[in-house]
C-alpha cells in the first residue's frame, strides 16, 4: 500500500499546500500595493485658512492618483512647513465636489493659494521638477 497521500484529482497533498500558500502571499502582496503610500489627510476644510495647499484628486479604482501621491511624498519633507499635502478622496461627497468644482480626475493636483484660490493645475505630473516649477511660479520656494 502507497503512503503518500493523493486527493481525488491525484495531486499531493504537499503541492495543494504550497499552491495554497502561493496563492495567499500573491493576494496579500496585491492587497498590500493598493494601500496608501503615506498619510494625506482628506479634510479639505483646511483649504484657503492661510496655508497654500497641494491636493491630489485619488480614485482608488485608478493608478494616477496613487503614482502622485508617492512623488509628493518625496517633497514634503522640503515643502510639508509651508504647504499642505492634501488629497480629494473620489470616493467621497466631499472629494467629488472638489474635484468638480476643479475639473479633477484621478491624478489631477491643483495648487491653491492660501486663501483658497487656485494657482495651478496638473494633470498627472510625472516629476517633482513639474511640481516645483508651479510652487515656484507661485512664489512658494
Known amino acids: 500500500m502507497d503512503n503518500t497521500t493523493k486527493s481525488a484529482s491525484g495531486m499531493p497533498a504537499w503541492a495543494k499546500i504550497l ?11 496585491l ?11 482628506t479634510d479639505l476644510s483646511h483649504i484657503g485658512q492661510g ?29 510639508g512647513d509651508r504647504v499642505e499635502f492634501l488629497v480629494a478622496h473620489l470616493g467621497q461627497p466631499e472629494g ?26 496638473l494633470q498627472a505630473p510625472q516629476t517633482t521638477d513639474e511640481v516645483r516649477q ?4 507661485a512664489g512658494i520656494h
Open 134 to 137: 508651479a510652487l515656484l511660479a
Open 19 to 29: 499552491i495554497t500558500m502561493v496563492v495567499v502571499v500573491a493576494a496579500g502582496a
Open 51 to 79: 496655508t497654500p495647499a497641494l491636493v491630489v484628486a485619488r480614485d482608488i479604482n485608478y493608478l494616477a492618483g496613487a503614482e502622485v501621491m508617492d512623488l509628493l511624498n518625496g517633497m514634503r519633507p522640503e515643502y
Open 96 to 121: 467629488q465636489a472638489f474635484a468638480r468644482r476643479h475639473a479633477m480626475r484621478d491624478g489631477t493636483l491643483v495648487l491653491l493659494a492660501g486663501d483658497g484660490s487656485r494657482l495651478a493645475r
Open 31 to 41: 492587497m498590500l500595493s493598493q494601500l496608501p503610500r503615506g498619510v494625506f489627510p
